[in-house]
């Protein structure tokens, strides 16, 4: 079982990511199929929306191998960033979440809380937090060029020529200036978010 220290920080952020995930969900389109008795593997490929994120982004990248994809979640140009809860979305026909790692994140280093899971009650989107996690409070981590936050696995399903993954429009990003100081825990609608596309053959 997960456990929380009281930090103000922490609460607003998983406070605000509770709330998005009880929004109404919205079922995955369709795929391709992968019918007609074809059992041959299937090879994944992510192709990010954004392959040269600016200053102020959050964005995805990819890697695949067979049919294992993974999501890299980076941030570019955003300073004294705190912590993030944002949700994935993508098609549930032909893709599965299957797991995250936090190797490699620009917040390692510091006490920090990383988590992701699908949402219970909507199979094509997963819910992800990545914060700062400390009692003394630190200042927020300049992230001058592009550096990974997170990377989400998932495993496809299922033939597809377009599974768009995205970022749903429920998402927070805190940025904290000064150790123990004031923050401002609504920067999100001023950065771009990019996703990407998830495509897969036989």
């Known amino acids: 079982m997960k456990t929380f ?48 994120p600016t200053p102020n982004t959050i964005s995805m990248s990819g ?25 994935v979305t993508f098609d549930p026909a032909s893709a599965q979440f299957v797991g995250f790692s936090s190797a490699g994140s620009f917040l390692t280093g510091v006490g920090t809380f990383f988590d992701a899971d699908v949402n219970p009650t909507n199979a094509g ?28 696995n998932f495993q496809a399903t ?12 429920s998402r927070n990003v805190t940025v904290c200036p000064t150790q123990g100081g004031a ?3 609504g920067i999100a609608p001023t950065l771009t978010w990019s996703g990407g596309t998830m495509t897969a053959t036989r």
């Open 125 to 152: 989107e997963v819910i992800v937090a990545a914060t700062i996690q400390d009692a003394t409070q630190p200042a927020g981590i300049d992230v001058a060029t592009t550096a990974t936050l997170i990377t989400l």
């Open 183 to 185: 923050c401002n825990p």
């Open 63 to 87: 890697s695949a191998a067979g049919q294992s994809f993974s999501i890299v979640v980076q941030v570019t140009g955003v300073n004294d960033f705190f912590g993030t809860g944002f949700r």
């Open 158 to 169: 299922n033939t597809t020529s377009n599974n768009p993954f995205a970022f749903a429009a």
């Open 5 to 52: 220290s009281r930090n103000p920080r922490l609460l607003t952020l998983l406070l605000v990511l509770a709330l998005g995930a009880l929004a109404p969900a919205c079922g995955g389109g369709g795929s391709d199929g992968g019918g007609g008795g074809n059992m041959g593997p299937l090879n994944a490929t992510f192709t990010p929306g954004n392959t040269n």
